[in-house]
């Protein structure tokens, strides 16, 4: 601890303890535990007591009757664990003080406990303190351990929560010393206060009360995802036929927390040394209702070992909501079934639920469950890739009324499901996974139809058909042939002419979300497709483009974004014609670049701004044709834009199309220094588009990533001109002063001075005299830095509570 | 309690409904899709029109080609077009004691019902009702009589010709009875016999029952209707709608505890969602008129289009079509125009505090002063002068069978830039196109019907819970071309009894009781008696008194004094014979207790054997057989007077007598 510190902490002592100076701010209290711990953590706490008595007296003065708020109670008793961690000043606090935090005489028998946070203190406290083997004779004593018990049904549920973590850490604490070197103990051997908890815990679990099995199975599932000695394999064989038997009540007591269980036991190393596991989760599948098992198969197919016999039956049951789906159009007879030699068992095509929301749920959940197993290397293989895609076309189309039920259910279905969005958001987004996939051509074809269907319905809400038009993307890539070629097939080609038209009308929709998706996707494709020839002249002959570049008026910023992405695009590529809009059919026609650039300097929404300074970056790079035309006149336009926008993501891109152009000027690949040729002119280039007037500006931005993106390119610029090249050494020294004053000026907040014109030299110059690294490091730091030290903390709380005491000074 | 369907037609029902003593009309809807048949009117000669050819029999026999005329493999009659009316003889119409009207698009068949059959009863209906339905009927017989036809078609209706004939003519209903269009003139006559009503306003039918129109949400001043004497309730529930847009929002509570639900008037396009349809309407319109393309919209003069013009004005600056003239070109354009604007009283709240502003509630106003939407009567006249393309036409009629929109749909059916959108849902808009094929002309169909649809429909009932749902048969199955779509149908308990036209219901309700009044002093002389904790009994003496279907018991004359001979005898003709009355008994018969009396009273060998409605007490001894009921009691014994007084005196100490 710093001396200064050390200094203000008999203050701070008296403050805390004084009743009638309330600590103001909660967090000052968890701030001053987070120092603590840190300094205990660094060395001696035990010194740290001797060093500072007015620690320990403070602890003594929470012990005396007293109205201290329950904040400092429950701060004491933490600061108290967090000092006890050491064993050695455990022992130095043992004697009075320790049990009468902790004790039955503390404040748990007094008024104070019944606040919850003096009960999470005491939790917490323990939590702390329960880090050795004197801690855990001091548990045993205290008589702490039944006062975890009965917290484990607390009301307040962060306390019951606790409580549930502290038994577990007491358990490992107390098996770890016994375990090591023994290897496996038999439960006879175990601990005392570890066979307390032990029977605690069976006890629970049969009990007939539904609260306390669960509190039991959070305790245990805790324990084994947290602990990994190879008692819990002892643990496991001792409880395991409890868990058994619960498997056998009607109705089942907590089956999420069993599942929770098992799943968390089965990631443990119990399974290695006890198959059993496996029975009682196989077990378990068939008990679960449908609802209730799909998290616990989806959990046991994403396990790296597990015998293929559960994993199959595991899969089954995930499968089996879109089994009864297939079943209910009755499929043709030639389409393969999801769960032929799956499960085995008849499938019951009425074990989807009666009512519309659980079997939404249910259908949800299993589309989601399925979309996380389909990209894992563990997933079940043979993947049943084309029942799967059936499935979630047959759902799609349930829920757009389009599907023939075969049967009642069917009927039922389809009358749960029609234009049931949820449904509709999870069966396109599996749709979209699925097209990792190949599947049989008849069935693609249907993707397609149906996600033409989708995009064409007036009914499809706007976030259907974001998703709608995201799987298609999808899928639209996923059918090139061969894979990774650019070139659409065929039968790709002939769903891009129908895709157009919906997106041309789509383009149009009176919902900007709609509008908004649309030129997404158009962007996308563009940047996918935009050399291909099939899809150049299909798009051409659209009016797609005609649309994209009218959007740009749109009157929702986030459409003009979009379509500013879009043209950007389409720009690239040549495939932007002209816009004109019906009000102005002959009015004179800009260039794509005049229309971003208009974009730039007059939108009043930051969104299309920043959309437009990517596209002008993008097209920096990849050298578009009328950026290439005359680079300096676009980039002066850029960054005079640039520079005077308001909008700080705008400037840090400003500066980042400046780097990507010092970086053409200078060679980015090349190491060390430019050749002395190259860097002037590029000096005087760099001038001429002001681009360091604009980097100047910036190092004092008053946003932080403005300024830092700044000192990256003076210093890229500093070490590509080399001291060795420097114009300087050829002649007379250049004249810094103006530069100087203005940089002075800017920094004191002045930033309306203008800087002038600027030699080359004078930029190299000033660039050298700047300690760029210093800046950067002083811009690396946070904001808070200087407040959040610790002497700043103590010094903020004596302030508060000084203030508190001149105006009480002021009432006399 | 009976109901008389008149019309098959779901959404433009007539329905008669005898309840007590009265015969009252449900709506009185017109089914035009009859019109659909015929050959359109053009205003211009249409050389293609005139030149169709006539249509012939299989064996070539040409006897029907001046009334049937064929295009592109239909078959349309050449001549005036024509109506189907409802069923008019079912139930004798002139006894019908008064009509009720639920919105402006069910009144069409007044003048029919009101002109022709005799009726002389009363007319109710909301004023923006009677204004717009006013309205719709004007520019109806306009549109008609403006074109004038000397030919009128008949040959083919003969029953023997027309099975002959392809479809659909061949399955056209009752075309016997189809009639041609009523003239201003009975227009304004059956609109004189309409007597204006606001909602909730409490409307008494003879004394006898009481009626009450409630706000139904679908249009300007469109109703349900409450039916109810003092037990019993009937709903009418026509064209109701529960989204936002401009009338007042639909009134449902007052529809609770109803013994009959009469629903009618639901969407006709359940699977499509009005939103959805308006997006793809603006969708379109701006695809069309950007490629510099005409958009045609058929419509009627009133409803719809107001939110239709709405949506446009929020739709057009975003979308980039501000310079794109909007024509609104009907008879009764400004007066539908101007109309919305008066009735702020009808239309949904945010608009009802527009008027307080003071703003025009509907936006259309700020359309037409800055000239973006502009109206006309008729193609003829200034439009012609002010047409620039392009451009969008709302015109009528949505049939497509008369109307201004036959000339555009001539002008631009060539042309497929041009767009031709569908937003009324009452005609098949490939029906309605088939005079007009071939055609390159885009067509939309985005039908906005904004009525229940079976979802809401299903959540009214359970809200509302009537006893018994009454609707017509094509809401009980689903739609034929959806078999599978069972969502698409009413789903109540117990199921809905279905109709179709020209059945008659007998509804499933008695009428139990009645309501009477008691004069005040005949109420002062009854002497009540608590029989039970809360329930008192009288007896009354009184005269009833029944007039205009109210009932009152009025005291009995007093026993007049023999004063004259005349008197005298009209007194002795009036009292009726006032016998001592005897005492009514009430309680019932504890078995056990009852035996134990019997045998405290010398009774012996007693035997009780349980019947199915009650007990036979057997006195063996005595040969006598007591018979206990629950709401009589005899005593059979052989002609032994005393030993019968004697029994009936036990029996009676356990009842009470007042």
């Known amino acids: 601890m710093d001396p200064e510190c050390a200094r203000l902490l008999p203050a701070l002592c008296a403050v805390l303890a004084d009743p009638r100076q309330p600590v103001a701010d909660d967090t000052c209290l968890e701030k001053l535990l987070d120092w603590f711990k840190a300094v205990t953590e660094a060395g001696s706490s035990l010194l740290l007591l001797q060093e500072n008595p007015c620690l320990v007296e403070l602890l003594f003065h929470v012990l005396k009757p007293q109205d201290l708020s329950s904040r400092i109670l429950s701060f004491a008793l933490r600061l108290a664990g967090t000092f006890a961690a050491q064993e050695n000043c455990f022992q130095y606090l043992q004697g009075e003080l320790l049990p009468g935090l902790f004790g039955e005489h503390g404040p748990l028998g007094a008024a104070a406990w019944a606040a919850p946070t003096v009960r999470s203190g005491w939790i917490q406290g323990l939590r702390s303190l329960a880090q050795h083997p004197s801690a855990l004779l001091f548990l045993a004593d205290s008589g702490a351990v039944d006062t975890i018990f009965s917290l484990q049904g607390d009301p307040s549920l962060f306390v019951a929560s606790a409580a549930g973590q502290l038994l577990v850490h007491v358990l490992d604490l107390a098996m770890r010393g016994p375990a090591k070197g023994h290897g496996r103990l038999q439960a006879q051997d175990w601990p005392a206060c570890a066979q307390r908890i032990v029977c605690h815990l069976e006890d629970c679990l049969c009990s007939e009360a539904a609260p306390r099995v669960t509190q039991a199975l959070h305790v245990l599932t805790t324990a084994f995802g947290h602990c990994h000695g190879l008692w819990t394999q002892g643990l496991w064989v001792q409880l395991s036929p409890l868990v058994a038997r619960l498997l056998e009540k009607d109705p089942m007591p907590a089956p999420h927390a069993l599942v929770e269980l098992l799943l968390s036991v089965a990631r443990s190393s119990v399974p290695s040394s006890n198959p059993g596991l496996w029975e009682t989760a196989a077990q378990t599948l068939s008990r679960l209702s449908p609802m209730q098992a799909g998290p616990l198969a989806a959990g046991i197919l994403k396990l790296q070992d597990c015998p293929q016999a559960l994993r199959t039956q595991a899969f089954g049951v995930l499968l089996r909501p879109l089994a009864c789906v297939l079943e209910a159009t009755a499929q043709a007879p030639g389409t393969p079934g999801l769960l032929e030699g799956a499960a085995g068992d008849p499938m019951a095509v009425d074990m989807l639920p009666p009512s519309k929301s659980a079997c939404v749920g249910l259908l949800c959940s299993t589309l989601a469950h399925l979309e996380l197993l389909q990209p894992l290397p563990q997933r079940p293989s043979p993947w049943p890739q084309a029942p799967l895609l059936a499935a979630a076309v047959t759902i799609l189309r349930f829920c757009n009324g389009s599907a023939a039920p075969s049967s009642e259910v069917g009927g039922r279905l389809c009358a749960m499901l029609v234009g049931c969005v949820r449904v509709q958001r999870a069966a396109l987004d599996f749709l979209g996974v699925l097209s990792q996939g190949l599947g049989p051509r008849e069935l693609v074809t249907q993707v397609f139809a149906v996600l033409l269907e989708y995009l064409m319905s007036p009914d499809s809400s706007p976030t259907v058909l974001k998703k709608a038009f995201q799987a298609t993307l999808r899928w639209l890539l996923s059918s090139a042939v061969p894979p990774g070629c650019c070139d659409l097939e065929p039968r790709a080609q002939l769903v891009l002419r129908e895709l157009l038209a919906v997106l041309q009308k789509r383009l149009c929709s009176p919902c900007w979300e709609v509008r908004d998706s649309g030129l997404e996707f158009l962007t996308q494709m563009t940047r996918r497709w935009g050399g291909q020839a099939g899809f150049r002249q299909t798009l051409l002959a659209s009016e797609v483009p005609k649309l994209a570049s009218q959007l740009l008026q749109d009157p929702e910023s986030y459409v003009r974004a979009s379509a500013v992405a879009a043209a950007g695009q389409l720009s690239s590529q040549g495939l932007l014609a002209a816009p004109s809009s019906p009000e102005h059919p002959a009015g004179p026609q800009k260039t794509p670049l005049e229309e971003l650039l208009l974009v730039l300097t007059t939108d009043s929404e930051g969104f299309p701004r920043r959309a437009a300074m990517r596209v002008f970056t993008e097209w920096l790079r990849d050298g578009h044709m009328a950026v290439a035309e005359d680079r300096e006149r676009f980039m002066a336009r850029v960054l005079q834009a640039a520079s005077g926008d308001l909008d700080w993501e705008v400037r840090v891109q400003g500066l980042e199309l400046a780097l990507i152009f010092l970086q053409q000027l200078l060679g980015a690949r090349s190491p060390g220094a430019a050749p002395p040729g190259a860097l002037a002119q590029a000096l005087r280039a760099l001038c001429r588009v002001q681009l360091f007037e604009f980097a100047f500006r910036s190092l004092f931005d008053c946003d932080r990533p403005v300024a830092q993106k700044s000192c990256d390119l003076l210093l890229f610029l500093r070490a590509k001109a080399a001291p060795s090249s420097s114009p300087q050494e050829a002649g007379d020294s250049p004249d810094v002063a103006p530069v100087e004053a203005a940089l002075q000026r800017w920094r004191a907040g002045e930033q309306g001075q203008p800087l002038g014109e600027l030699a080359p030299e004078a930029v190299l110059a000033v660039l050298r005299s700047m300690d760029l690294e210093a800046l950067r490091d002083t811009l690396a730091e946070s904001s808070d830095h200087v407040e959040r030290s610790p002497q700043s903390l103590l010094q903020d709380v004596l302030a508060a509570v000084g203030v508190l005491g001149d105006n009480e000074a002021d009432c006399y | ?658």
């Not at chain 2, 939110?307 to 975003?318: A, M, N, R, V």
């Not at chain 2, 008695?510 to 809360?534: F, H, N, T, W």
Request: charged residues 20%; aromatic residues 8%.
């Open chain 2, 1 to 658: 309690m009976k109901l008389y369907c008149l019309s098959g037609h779901p959404t433009l029902p007539c329905n008669v409904l005898k309840f007590k003593s009265t015969t009252i009309m449900l709506d009185c809807g017109l089914d035009m899709t009859s019109t659909l048949n015929f050959l359109p009117l053009p205003l211009v000669q249409s050389p293609r029109l005139s030149n169709l050819p006539g249509w012939s029999l299989k064996d070539g026999n040409v006897f029907l080609d001046k009334e049937l005329k064929e295009c592109s493999g239909h078959v349309f009659v050449d001549s005036v077009p024509e109506f189907c009316l409802p069923e008019t003889e079912l139930i004798d119409l002139s006894t019908v004691d008064v009509i009720l009207i639920s919105n402006y698009h069910c009144m069409m068949a007044l003048p029919y019902i009101t002109e022709h059959t005799g009726f002389t009863g009363t007319v109710y209906a909301t004023e923006p009702t009677v204004q717009i339905g006013r309205l719709l009927m004007e520019e109806l017989v306009n549109f008609i009589e403006r074109v004038p036809k000397a030919q009128s078609a008949s040959l083919w209706k003969n029953k023997d010709i027309q099975r002959l004939l392809p479809s659909p003519l061949k399955d056209a209903v009752e075309v016997s009875t189809w009639r041609r269009c009523y003239t201003m003139q009975e227009v304004n006559s059956a609109l004189s016999k309409i007597q204006l009503v606001g909602y909730s306003q409490k409307i008494e039918l003879f004394g006898a029952v009481q009626v009450t129109p409630l706000s139904s949400g679908y249009a300007l001043g469109s109703s349900n209707w409450i039916i109810q004497s003092h037990y019993e309730k009937v709903s009418y529930v026509s064209g109701s709608s529960l989204l936002t847009t401009h009338p007042q929002p639909m009134d449902q509570a007052s529809l609770k505890n109803s013994d009959v639900l009469i629903l009618t008037g639901l969407t006709q396009i359940p699977t499509a969602n009005p939103d959805g349809m308006v997006g793809e309407f603006c969708s379109n319109l701006a695809l069309t008129v950007r490629n510099g393309g005409n958009v045609l919209v058929p419509c009627y003069p009133s409803g719809v289009i107001y939110d239709l013009l709405e949506c446009l004005y929020q739709y057009i600056d975003s979308a980039g079509l501000s310079s794109i003239p909007f024509y609104f070109i009907s008879p009764v354009a400004n007066s539908s125009l101007e109309f919305s604007q008066i009735f702020a009283e009808w239309l949904c709240h945010n608009k009802q505090t527009k008027v307080y502003l003071p703003e025009p509630p509907f936006p259309h106003a700020e359309l037409i002063q800055t000239n973006k939407l502009k109206h006309y009567p008729s193609i003829h006249g200034d439009f012609s002068n002010d047409f620039r393309q392009p451009c969008v036409v709302f015109t009528g009629h949505p049939s497509l069978r008369f109307g201004d929109v036959v000339h555009f749909m001539e002008l631009w059916g060539k042309s497929s830039l041009n767009t031709v959108i569908f937003t009324e849902p009452d005609f098949s808009y490939l029906e309605a196109l088939a005079p007009y094929q071939p055609l390159a002309m885009k067509c939309i169909y985005c039908p906005i019907d904004t009525r229940l649809n079976f979802i809401q429909v299903s959540k009214l009932l359970k809200e509302v819970q009537p006893l018994h749902v009454v609707c017509p048969e094509q809401y009980t199955q689903p739609p034929p071309a959806q078999s599978h779509r069972v969502d698409l149908m009413v789903d109540c308990q117990p199921p809905a009894m279905s109709y179709r036209r020209a059945e008659v219901l007998a509804l499933p309700f008695k009428r139990r009781y009645e309501k009477i009044e008691i004069m005040p002093e005949l109420a002062d002389s009854l002497v009540p008696m608590e029989i039970k904790p809360g329930i008192s009994l009288a007896t009354v003496s009184a005269v009833l008194h029944t007039k205009d279907n109210k009932h009152v018991l009025q005291p009995p004359p007093r026993p007049a004094q023999p004063t004259g001979g005349k008197k005298r005898k009209r007194a002795s003709d009036d009292i009726p014979d006032c016998k001592v009355l005897k005492p009514l008994l009430s309680g019932s018969i504890p078995v056990d207790q009852f035996v134990q009396t019997l045998e405290k009273h010398g009774f012996s060998d007693i035997k009780v054997e349980d019947t199915a409605k009650g007990h036979i007490v057997l006195l063996q001894e005595a040969e006598t057989l007591i018979q206990i009921e629950e709401d009589s009691t005899h005593i059979i014994c052989d002609d032994d007077e005393v030993l019968r007084v004697r029994l009936r005196d036990l029996v009676l100490k356990f009842l009470q007598k007042f």
